[in-house]
T-cell receptor
């Protein structure tokens, strides 16, 4: 049982490049989400999904796309990277979009856009 | 989501209890209080949550006041490995907006 797995752990991009951050969970969780964390800040929600085929925007969705074709995977796409997207990205999952469940987080992807 | 207020930092001696406070005066009746922590550069880790009653697990205890406007996370015997940022979060249970709203949390430093 690996939990929530994020790849890559580190990435450097040039401005304007695109890339996909991968997130996979093996706990059959319905709810998955992406957060970003900037220095000295708490986590901010980018996008989330309450099940396969269903996604929605969080607090800071601009510049990011997501899709959820399977229960296990929830990739985050940067369409045209900008220096403002330099951050640490965390993926999380939980059993269901209910109020009495805990979220499990991956170990993060550290992205630098130059 | 109800807003939470936490002190930015606290210190604790190793082996002593660490008591981390959180104010959530606008919490509504069906909202839970969750605590997570983030050890440097790692993903957040769930600690404990509660609605009204005090809760205890292998990691910590959660004390919620009777009016539910504040709570305290207690680490009974803090170790150096407990040095982390601790987040108090009120979970929105309404509609489809299920998300965790992280503030800046409390940086707990456990000293030898």
């Amino acid at each position: 049982n690996a939990g929530v797995t994020q790849t890559p752990k580190f990435q450097v991009l040039k401005t304007g490049q695109s890339m996909t951050l991968q997130c996979a969970q093996d706990m059959n969780h319905e709810y998955m989400s992406w957060y970003r964390q900037d220095p000295g800040m708490g986590l901010r929600l980018i996008h989330y999904s309450v099940g396969a085929g269903i996604t929605d925007q969080g607090e800071v969705p601009n510049g990011y796309n997501v899709s959820r074709s399977t229960t296990e995977d929830f990739p985050l796409r940067l369409l045209s990277a900008a220096p403002s997207q330099t951050s640490v990205y965390f993926c999380a999952s939980s059993y269901s979009p209910g109020r009495d469940t805990e979220a499990f987080f991956g170990q993060g992807t550290r992205l630098t856009v130059v | 989501d109800a807003k939470t207020t936490q002190p930015p930092s606290m210190d604790c001696a190793e082996g002593r209890a660490a008591n981390l406070p959180c104010n959530h005066s606008t919490i509504s009746g069906n909202e839970y209080v969750y605590w997570y922590r983030q050890i440097h550069s790692q993903g957040p880790q769930y600690i404990i949550h509660g609605l009204k009653n005090n809760e205890t697990n292998e990691m910590a205890s959660l004390i919620i006041t009777e009016d539910r406007k504040s709570s305290t996370l207690i680490l009974p015997h803090a170790t150096l490995r407990d040095t982390a940022v601790y987040y108090c979060i009120v979970r929105n249970s309404g509609g489809s907006n299920y998300k965790l709203t992280f503030g800046k949390g409390t940086l707990l430093t456990v000293n030898p």
